[in-house]
């Protein structure tokens, strides 16, 4: 089955950490893809902009470069990358991460032996080690559990995601929703009927560890929490009921001082 990788890079990512990601959806891949779809959003790096080079002189004309004149966040960036990208199934990558060496094949698999629309993961968390992974972000594997998971926190770990492009286009792909872009997505494919499927292990290592928890802190986060969760109940994703328990568990996390985030953190992962 040919498929398409989609990827956004922007000025601040790391050189060393985009080609790792590159080497593991390419060099260390045991199924790889027939199209990769880079969006550039914004001017770059000449660190970065060497990098790119170096891997479009050795994929040639499977990696697309698709650059934009200014930088315009993930969600547009993605709407961009999707509108080229050539395959009707398609997996996203995050820049800065490595996928396992069975990753796109064992998602292909399930693809081939499931009528579904979206296929993710397990991601394992890691610092600055790859092999020291400090927690696993488990997911429900099936569709019921999915959406009832979804209900009050992200069912898809989008780092991980493979899904169909009809489908994302059909719920009106990426939208503006600041941090929360991926999990507004998933829950319009929802609404419009999509069926989704979690592979039960790790397919992911992703950059993470406790410095995002705390960058997901704050006063700031916590409104544009309220704004998201607010939209979920304009469109009936969710009800009154929930959206008042989703906005008293998660924003009292928000505001909470960092010295509690370690602690947090802890609890709502599962090593």
Known sequence: MNFSVLLSI??????DYFNRAMLSIWDEQVMKPNEIVLVQDGP????????????????????IV??????????????????????ELIARMDTDDIAAADRFEKQLKIFEQNS?????????????????ILSVRKV??????????AKTRNAINH????????????AGGYKKMMWFEDYYLWARMIMNGAKFYNIQESLVHMRAGYGQLERRGGFKYALEEV????????????NKKQFIKNNAIRIT???LPKSFLKSIYKIIRTK
Request: proline share 3%; hydrophobic share 40%; aromatic share 8%.
């Open 10 to 15: 922007y000025h601040k990512e790391k050189a």
């Open 44 to 63: 770059l790096t000449t660190e970065l902009e060497a990098i790119i080079n170096s891997w479009k002189q050795k994929l040639k004309d499977v990696l």
């Open 66 to 87: 698709v650059p934009l004149s200014k930088n315009v966040g993930l969600g547009d960036a993605l709407n961009a990358g999707l509108k080229v990208c050539s395959n």
């Open 116 to 132: 579904i629309d979206i296929c993710s993961s397990w991601i394992s968390e890691f610092d600055k080690d790859e092999s020291e």
């Open 140 to 149: 429900p594997e099936h569709h019921t559990e999915i959406i009832k998971f």
């Open 159 to 170: 780092p991980a995601v493979m899904y169909k492009k009809s489908a994302v286009e059909k």
């Open 227 to 238: 704004a998201f969760q607010k939209e979920l109940l304009s469109i009936g994703f969710i």
């Open 253 to 255: 996390a928000r505001i």
